[in-house]
């Protein structure tokens, strides 16, 4: 079955500080795999997307990185922001069937991220 | 550019009324894709759609219907309320390539 789990469920940090957000997924096969950031009562938000050969991504003080052999990721983020605070979630997409690209996307529950000043 | 708007963005119905979740993108994107999202669990795909005239069922996609008329609308109809659709509805969007983009969220409440 394809699954995406994410951990922790929630993370409390002070601000400036970095954490780092776990994603382990058992899709098969696999397009790509995507970060999103959710603001509470907003839609998903993009921050990076990954395809098979690519190990790492940056998107400002955010950096996912990806072991497709361990079919595991994660997203650091680097000296964290109050507005940092949201649910943080894991998505990968796997093939429809025609296009290798657009796929259907397998959402983890997220990780919900409190910064604290 | 507007993105993938969506309407309206509360709503309350009563068990057994029937409701349109509207969803326009101005993207030109073929594909779109309707989403629920319980709290504290992923979102779940429940039709999508690859082009004008084309729909395809998700994960859940029992007590909903789609239509895709143009490559801009992509309506979700319920037609008889049920508790257990209470949840937040999330339209995507996406040309042919990896990036979606999400529309604001219409929460739904049926009592």
């Not at chain 1, 922790?8 to 780092?20: A, W």
């Not at chain 2, 729909?55 to 996609?61: A, R, S, Y």
């Not at chain 2, 609308?73 to 008889?80: G, K, S, T, V």
Request: proline share 5%.
């Amino acid at each position: 079955k394809n699954q995406v789990e994410q951990s922790p469920q929630s993370l409390i940090i002070l601000e400036g500080k970095n954490c780092t957000l776990q994603c382990n997924y058992t899709v098969s096969p696999f397009s790509n795999l995507r970060w999103y950031k959710q603001d509470t009562g907003r839609g998903p938000v993009s921050l990076t997307i990954m395809t098979f050969s690519e190990n790492t991504k940056s998107n400002g003080r955010y950096t996912a990185t990806l072991d497709a052999d361990t079919k595991q990721s994660s997203l650091h983020i680097t000296a964290s922001q109050l507005s940092d605070s949201a649910s943080y979630i894991c998505v990968v997409s796997a093939p429809f069937g025609g296009s290798s690209n657009t796929g259907k996307l397998i959402f983890g529950q997220g990780t919900t991220l409190q910064v604290k000043p | 550019n507007a993105g993938v708007t969506q309407t309206p963005k509360f709503r309350i119905l009563k068990i057994g009324q029937s409701m349109t979740l509207q969803c326009a993108q101005d993207m030109n994107h073929n594909y779109m894709y309707w989403y629920r999202q319980d709290p504290g669990m992923g979102l779940k795909l429940i039709y999508y759609s690859v082009g004008a005239g084309i729909t395809d069922k998700g994960e859940v996609p029992n007590g909903y219907n789609v239509s895709r008329s143009t490559t801009e609308d992509f309506p979700l109809r319920l037609e008889l309320a049920a508790p257990s659709q209470t949840s937040v509805y999330f339209c995507a969007s996406s040309r042919e390539g990896p990036r979606a983009f999400f529309g604001q969220g219409t929460r739904l409440t049926v009592v």
